[in-house]
C-alpha cells in the first residue's frame, strides 16, 4: 500500500513537471521576432567617373529606413552595417581626425578639416507614442578608419551621444563597409523603452583635396553602384535592404 501511494505521489511529480516544462515551451512560442520593413537609398554627386589614380571627388547620400509592422513589440536597432560598391575609394587617412570622446564632450573643438558631413534622423518611441527629431553630424574618426556621428535632439527627450562606425574592407562586388553598433544608451533612452531609429539620413561630402578625396569614384560598373545594408534588432532577428546609385 505505501508502495502504491509512493508511486502515485511520483506519477503526480512528473505530470506537474511536464506541464510546467510544456507551459514555458508554449510561452517561448508566443514570442514573435519583429518584421519591420527596412529601405536603403543611395546616390553620388556629380555621378562622373575619375580614375583609380585620380578619383572624382564627390558627395555620398545615404538614407536608412526602418518602418515596424503593426504587430511588432517594442524594440530598437542594435546594429548595423552598409556595404559601399568597390568602385568608391575612402581617403579618411589623408584627413584630419577627430575622436568619439571629443565629438561627444565638444565638437567645435575638433580639428578644422575633421567634419566630413551632415544629416538627420528619427527615433520612435512606441510605448510613449513619441518621435524625436534629431540632428546629425559626420567626423573622420581615428586613423582615419572610423567615422563619428553626433546625434543631438532636445524634445522630448535631450539626446547628445555618437555613434562610432568602424571602416573595414569587403569583398565582391563591395570595397568597403561602414560596421555600426547603436549605444544601449540610445536603444533605450529611458530605462525599459526602446527608441526605434526610423530613418537615418547622412550625406557625406566632397571634402579633402582634389588628388586625395574623402570619397572618391574610381570607376562606374554598368552604370551603377551598388549598396547594402544589414539590420540587426534587439530580438535578434535580422533584415537586409540593397540598392544601387547611378554612374557614368
Not at 573643438?109 to 534629431?134: D, F, I
Not at 527627450?157 to 562610432?164: A, K, R, T
Not at 533605450?188 to 561630402?205: E, H, I, N
Amino acid at each position: 500500500m505505501k508502495q502504491t501511494t509512493s508511486i502515485r505521489r511520483h506519477m503526480r511529480k512528473l505530470t506537474l513537471t511536464a506541464g510546467m516544462a510544456a507551459a514555458a515551451i508554449g510561452a517561448v512560442g508566443v514570442a514573435q521576432a519583429v518584421t519591420p520593413t527596412t529601405a536603403l537609398k543611395a546616390s553620388v554627386s556629380p555621378t562622373k567617373k575619375g580614375t583609380k589614380k585620380n578619383p572624382r571627388n564627390v558627395k555620398l547620400s545615404i538614407e536608412l529606413i526602418t518602418t515596424p509592422s503593426a504587430n511588432d513589440a517594442p524594440f530598437a536597432t542594435k546594429s548595423t552595417v552598409v556595404h559601399f560598391d568597390k568602385n568608391l575609394k575612402l581617403g579618411g587617412k589623408y584627413l584630419k581626425t577627430c575622436s568619439a570622446q571629443q565629438v561627444r564632450v565638444n565638437d567645435q573643438k575638433c580639428p578644422r578639416g575633421s567634419r566630413v558631413g551632415s544629416g538627420s534622423a528619427s527615433a520612435t518611441a512606441a510605448a510613449l507614442g513619441q518621435t524625436e527629431s534629431l540632428t546629425v553630424t559626420a567626423y573622420n574618426g581615428p586613423r582615419g578608419n572610423k567615422l563619428e556621428l553626433l546625434l543631438h535632439g532636445t524634445t522630448p527627450l535631450p539626446i547628445h551621444d555618437v555613434i562610432e562606425g568602424r571602416i573595414v574592407s569587403d569583398t565582391g562586388k563591395f570595397g568597403r563597409k561602414l560596421i555600426v553598433k547603436i549605444p544601449e544608451t540610445l536603444q533605450q533612452p529611458v530605462t525599459g523603452v526602446y527608441a526605434t531609429l526610423t530613418d537615418f539620413k547622412t550625406s557625406v561630402k566632397g571634402t579633402g583635396s582634389k588628388r586625395r578625396p574623402y570619397i572618391g569614384l574610381a570607376g562606374c560598373t554598368r552604370k551603377k553602384l551598388h549598396f547594402q545594408a544589414d539590420f540587426v534588432f534587439t530580438d535578434n532577428s535580422k533584415s537586409k535592404a540593397t540598392t544601387t546609385a547611378k554612374c557614368s
